[in-house]
């Protein structure tokens, strides 16, 4: 793939707001690629974007285009010219509206989810003589929950039972995301099977670090739950021991998969997993944020989610640079910047 300081084809990046898009851009950028990235149709363009045009490099190797997930095919102009796609943009998950059905919105999130990700799958065919390699963005909640196999560690092989994780998840939030992330990869994969497609994906598990993005992560507020006084059962704050990843070492895995020659299938990007003693520590390290000890928690039954390998990653030649300490560090730092805590 072209970057590095080259002048050749761009990558479009979906989703080029959010925590993980916006964060992949500046990687981009800063590796010298030509980026496309696409962000949600606001009529009004009253959101401030400056994040993103501010970037290092992006006066000159960053092009922005608005499209829409509800309507895929507003996505082929940034994807026109690029050698690569990497799709990372998801509907929006907001269960605020207490006056909306959930299951109805739930529904609608996931159709949506399907509907736009073959949109744009079919607008990379159209444009095969210029676009190579396809990287789609799925997450572990697509492969962890299985009935039998809580205690068993989890690969690629996997994939989730979504009636199953419908059951024993009970935040709506995480629910949603399960049943599009699950679902959504498996219609991409089976589309590109049939026509041919050059299709990676990549796997991240929860993505904690710092933010460039104008609105607050729904992952950092999943890994901070505890911080922020959420303690409801399912939710983050009581997943009692999770996998997590540091948001630059996602963005790496973006441009090492683009890069090589030889990547293909699913490739699950998980560094470290936070333990009842990790949590200790953490409440011992921010006494001023008032993060509860596990203990204190003994009576609440928090939600298991099982381990997850990222073997196949490793043994492809990536390697991780973060750990907990680093994603933490830098996640309560940038809240804390940001007037969030």
């Not at 950028?29 to 959101?47: C, P, Q, S």
């Not at 993505?207 to 505890?226: N, Q, Y």
């Not at 001023?288 to 030649?317: E, H, N, T, Y």
């Amino acid at each position: 793939m072209e970057g590095r300081g080259s002048k050749g084809p761009a990558v479009c990046v979906t989703g080029g707001t959010g925590f993980l898009g916006s964060w992949l851009i500046m990687k981009l950028l800063h590796h010298g690629y030509h980026v496309h990235a696409t962000i949600r149709h606001n009529n009004k363009r009253d959101d401030d974007i400056t994040f993103l045009t501010d970037l290092p490099g992006a006066a000159e190797n960053l092009k922005l285009f608005e499209a829409d997930l509800g309507h895929p095919e507003t996505f082929s102009a940034a994807i026109t010219g690029c050698s690569a796609v990497i799709h990372v943009a998801t509907p929006a998950l907001d269960f605020n509206n207490n006056n909306q059905d959930h299951h109805t919105a739930e529904e609608a999130i996931v159709e949506r989810s399907i509907t736009g990700t073959l949109g744009i799958l079919k607008a990379c065919l159209h444009h095969s003589e210029t676009v190579k390699r396809v990287v789609y963005t799925s997450g572990t909640a697509a492969v962890v929950y299985n009935d039998g196999h809580e205690d068993q560690m989890m690969d690629e092989s996997f994939w989730t039972d979504v009636e199953y994780g419908r059951k024993v998840m009970k935040n709506k939030f995480t629910r949603t995301l399960m049943t599009a992330k699950t679902l959504t990869e498996w219609k991409a994969v089976e589309f590109a099977r049939e026509h041919g497609m050059d299709l990676v994906t990549l796997i991240p598990s929860i993505v904690v670090g710092p933010f460039i993005c104008a609105k607050f992560p729904a992952s950092i507020r999943l890994a901070l739950a505890m911080v922020f006084g959420e303690k409801d059962d399912g939710g983050g704050g009581m997943m009692t021991e999770v996998s997590m990843v540091h948001v630059d070492d996602v963005a790496r895995a973006y441009v090492f998969l683009l890069e090589s020659p030889t990547a293909e299938g699913r490739y699950i990007c998980s560094s470290s997993r936070l333990t009842k003693d990790q949590r200790d520590k953490l409440s011992a390290k921010y006494p001023d944020l008032a993060v509860p000890a596990m203990k204190s928690l003994k009576d609440i039954k928090g939600l298991k989610v099982p381990k997850i390998s990222s073997r196949k990653l490793l043994d492809a030649g990536f390697e991780f640079k973060y750990g907990l300490d680093d994603m933490f560090d830098a996640a309560i730092k940038c809240c804390k910047t940001k007037c969030y805590i």
